[in-house]
């Protein structure tokens, strides 16, 4: 059985190479974009079952446009999506991550922060409150996140679960 197809939108060369290096040496097919245009078309023709997506490319929050575009096209909704970030995740056991960072928001150590990333410890479920440019608050639904600079120990099993994740049968 062929391994999964893994697309790896980056626009720093030393880092798609570093990831194609350790998802192929596991067996994974690797597809990979500097940016979001070349990553969404990408998605769209290769139909990876997983991406991990760099947030500062062409702008400081594409990788989360990125996401969002995955969240809400149909075509590419059933794309997990892992983010590669050097931003701190905050961590909660509350299964609404959303309603959890909107609650952080109105904390005042945390509501002046441009970007929350929080992931619920227990289910598993993440997402990514921004401030637009025009002050708005953005959620983007993601799948997880990586830690950059990227460990090989701690890449493999979030590809895995995801992956393990995508592919169990619904109820």
Do not use: C
């Not at 798609?16 to 990979?32: C, D, N």
């Not at 609404?96 to 619920?120: C, G, H, W």
């Not at 227990?122 to 799948?143: C, F, H, K, L």
């Amino acid at each position: 059985m062929a391994k999964a197809k893994i697309l790896v939108v980056d626009d720093d060369l030393d880092v798609i190479t570093m990831l194609e290096q350790i998802l192929k040496h596991e067996g994974y097919e690797v597809v990979s974009a500097f940016n979001k245009k070349e990553g969404i078309e990408l998605a769209l023709s290769q139909k990876p079952d997983l991406a991990i997506l760099d947030v500062m490319m062409t702008t400081h929050y594409e990788g989360f446009e990125m996401a969002r575009e995955f969240a809400d096209n149909p075509e590419l909704t059933g794309i997990p999506t892992l983010m590669e970030t050097s931003i701190e995740v905050l961590m909660t056991t509350k299964p609404s991550v959303q309603a959890m960072a909107r609650e952080f928001r109105t904390d005042p150590n945390y509501k002046e922060l441009q970007v929350i990333l929080i992931r619920d410890i227990v289910t598993g479920n993440a997402g990514i409150d921004y401030r637009a440019e025009d002050g708005r608050s953005v959620w983007v639904p993601v799948n997880g996140f990586i830690r950059k600079p990227v460990d090989k120990n701690r890449l493999m099993p979030e590809v895995e679960r995801l992956l393990a994740k995508k592919s169990a049968p619904t109820a």
